[in-house]
């Protein structure tokens, strides 16, 4: 069955339509990011922290490039790292991996966060490879990562890599929702709507308590393939923190980071507050654990919010306790994938 094409109302799908994916990386400059596939995980991880991404395409010496290596394969080889640790010594004879056969055949290989990253490339199946030229417009960029359920694509200079393209950076939602933060007068009356209104409270918060272990709040991200988890207090509920993938990058940086994921999710979230203050001072990046807002909050204050915080994500709040989430992702297909009738109204759900 052919995708249905995304239909965006007007004059939105005009602008998405004009504007090609060359002319929001030119304005992001962003430096174009990949990562030698002979790195090991530990100094893959490094790279993506010192440029402030979640992922990156991982190339050959020939310039194939092979996969996407991201936090979630580096979450996935921790909590098997663990698995296998913990089994070994309860010497239990199961899969180490818990349900991953690809990661227990590498486990049962040697794998470890000193091995090339080119083993663990694409290891979560989170974030996908997806390829698209930079003439492209933006709105068949945000059509290739719905219909393949990807947060960001590979832009090259031409159509396919195998043709011996260039890579010239990596298109996100965060630089589309940045895109439309700046045209918002001209889509005022899309992104007028509360959060509610709009249907973003559909999708259900994943949280963990803060006295857990933080390799709890790992394993709930791998097995229900999301991104963060909202951090609790055991008692009330109230929301603490969030603690995220990209937050693998504080464990890897000490040898005994197996042992650093036996901590619990109050203390991890305090290093990474720590981490997040030096990487301000060094990387020139603000970063804190979370940023919430309200339910009837209207959407394009989530916007502004996201852009001016450098955000991935705000969680919806009401008595002080997490009721809802919301991603850059979120609020482009909220748009995107409902009907949008005359004048403008904001019903339906987002996907």
Avoid: W
Avoid at 155 to 174: E, I, T
Avoid at 186 to 213: C, F, M, N, Q, Y
Avoid at 245 to 258: G, P, Q, R, S, Y
């Amino acid at each position: 069955m052919a995708p249905v094409p995304l239909e965006f109302p007007e004059p939105l799908q005009s602008l998405l339509k004009t504007t090609t994916v060359q002319t929001i990386l030119s304005r992001a400059k962003h430096e174009p990011v990949a990562i030698d596939a002979e790195l090991s995980v530990i100094e893959a991880s490094n790279v993506l922290a010192k440029y402030g991404i979640s992922s990156a395409p991982v190339r050959t010496e020939a310039g194939a490039y092979v996969g996407m290596f991201d936090f979630g394969d580096l979450a996935h080889l921790l909590i098997g790292g663990v698995r296998a640790r913990d089994a070994k010594e309860a010497a239990v004879p199961e899969a180490a991996a818990g349900g991953f056969p690809q990661l227990d055949a590498l486990l049962e290989a040697g794998l470890s966060a000193t091995s090339p990253v080119k083993l663990v490339s694409d290891l979560s199946k989170m974030n996908p490879l997806v390829e698209i030229a930079a003439e492209a417009s933006v709105l068949d960029a945000i059509q290739l990562l719905v219909e393949r359920d990807a947060h960001r694509v590979c832009v090259f200079d031409k159509p396919s890599a195998s043709d011996g393209a260039r890579f010239v950076g990596m298109l996100s939602f965060s630089d589309i929702t940045k895109f439309l933060h700046v045209h918002v007068a001209e889509i005022e009356a899309l992104v007028a709507p509360s959060v509610e209104a709009l249907g973003l409270l559909d999708k259900k918060v994943v949280t963990v308590h803060g006295d857990r272990p933080v390799v709890h709040a790992l394993e709930l991200m791998v097995n229900l393939r999301v991104s963060s988890v909202a951090v609790v207090d055991e008692h009330d509920g109230a929301l603490l923190t969030a603690i995220t993938l990209t937050d693998c990058k504080n464990l890897v940086a000490h040898a005994n980071h197996l042992r650093r994921l036996r901590v619990d999710c109050r203390e991890f979230a305090s290093m990474v507050r720590a981490n997040a203050a030096l990487d301000k001072v060094h990387y020139g990046r603000e970063a804190f654990p979370f940023y919430a807002v309200h339910r009837d909050a209207p959407v394009k204050t989530c916007v502004a919010k996201l852009v001016a915080v450098r955000a991935h994500r705000l969680f919806v709040v009401h008595d002080g306790k997490p009721v809802g989430v919301i991603s850059l992702s979120d609020i482009v297909k909220a748009l995107a994938l409902k009907p949008h009738h005359a004048g403008g109204g904001a019903g339906g759900a987002a996907r």
